[in-house]
């Protein structure tokens, strides 16, 4: 498996949720990582990447409250979730590629659900 994420369950709106993704390492040295969601009956939506140099990139609906970080030496990346919402309920994927629009690897989802 070359990206593994886990952290997702239920939580209470308000609440924190930490997302973590193990990467392979010629994968997490090489490229952007990235977290992505996906709500029923709705597109994926990139909500946060974090470059090489870390350089982070937000989606709107997220900034101020999501920080996206990665331990060059574990070779994961985490997504530090805050001030949940119920929108922000989905399945959540963490996702690397070269670029933002070109995220070639993916791993499995995770649930995210968050009660009102």
């Known amino acids: 498996v070359q990206l593994q994420a886990s952290g997702g369950g239920l939580v209470q709106a308000g609440g924190s949720l930490r997302l973590s993704c193990a990467a392979s390492?010629?994968?997490?040295?090489?490229?952007?990582m990235g977290w992505s969601r996906q709500a029923p009956g709705k597109q994926r939506e990139m909500v946060a990447t974090?470059?090489?140099?870390?350089?982070?990139t937000y989606a709107d609906s997220v900034k101020g409250r999501f920080t996206i970080s990665r331990d060059d030496a574990k070779n994961t990346v985490s997504l530090q979730m805050g001030s949940l919402k119920p929108e922000d309920s989905a399945v959540y994927y963490c996702?690397?590629?070269?670029?933002?629009?070109?995220?070639?690897?993916w791993g499995q989802g995770t649930q995210v659900t968050v009660s009102s």
């Open positions: 996702s690397a590629g070269p670029n933002i629009a070109m995220m070639n690897y």
């Open positions: 390492g010629s994968i997490f040295r090489r490229n952007v």
């Open positions: 974090i470059a090489i140099g870390g350089t982070t």
